[in-house]
């Protein structure tokens, strides 16, 4: 079956460190996606990519990273410049305009 | 600037009633809109859709309803179940913007049995 899959599910992260979530697509999408939701935020665009070894700031990029290797791969790293990280993370993929595939999330908490 | 706006944060109904959920968006590029549904701890999943050339869409017990020159859409849900809440957002997506959408804040829907 084709998806996207996010993984760990639960992170914990101790102050000053940096840590990476996984995004995997078999979906053969082009684009890729990172969002954050916060309660009462909505969906906020962390990052995304159009196409591999090229991808954008969102709205909030400040204190993460990501690259695009890979077609099939989008991981984030939150670095330790990002001094609110806990957040549920969620990845997209999409081919073209009708819509993105979603994963299922990963939940980040700073310990 | 907030271009697609789902002003009311959540609305309750009784089951068995109409749900109706409401988005406006302010950028008249917008020609594409789509509606999710998301569970607690999961990712969204795709609900229905419409394009500007329509003016209604319907799927089952859900209706997308746009209005252009008002740039509004609603997501109508006949009979609400229990099941359905959650929370619903409201996305719109312009023609020149590659895939990109922009997302509303969300609105928490609750059936009451």
């Known amino acids: 079956d084709g998806g996207i899959t996010q993984s760990p599910k639960y992170l914990f992260r101790k102050e000053g460190q940096n840590v990476t979530l996984s995004c995997e697509q078999n979906l053969n999408h082009d684009a890729m996606y990172w969002y954050r939701q916060d309660p009462g935020q909505g969906l906020r665009l962390i990052y995304y990519?159009?196409?591999?070894?090229?991808?954008q700031k969102g709205d909030i990029a400040e204190g993460y990273s990501v690259s695009r290797e890979k077609k099939e791969s989008f991981p984030l790293t939150v670095t330790s410049a990002q001094k609110n990280p806990t957040a549920f993370y969620l990845c997209?993929?999409?081919?073209?305009?009708?819509?993105?595939?979603f994963g299922s999330g990963t939940r980040l908490t700073v310990v | 600037d907030q271009q697609v706006k789902q002003n009311s944060p959540s609305l309750s109904v009784q089951e068995g009633r109409i749900s109706i959920l409401n988005c406006d968006y302010t950028n008249s590029m917008f020609d594409y809109f789509l509606w999710y549904k998301k569970y607690p701890a999961e990712g969204p999943t795709f609900l229905i859709s419409i394009s500007s050339i329509k003016d209604k869409n319907e799927d089952g017990r859900f209706t997308v309803f746009l209005n252009k020159s008002a740039k509004h859409l609603s997501l109508h849900i006949v009979p609400s179940q229990p099941g359905d809440s959650a929370v619903y957002f409201c996305?719109?997506?312009?023609?020149?913007?590659?895939?990109?959408?922009?997302f509303g804040k969300g609105i928490t829907l609750s059936v009451r049995p």
């Open positions: 996305a719109a997506s312009a023609e020149g913007a590659n895939s990109k959408l922009t």
């Open positions: 990519s159009q196409i591999v070894n090229d991808f």
């Open positions: 997209a993929s999409s081919s073209g305009r009708r819509g993105y595939t």
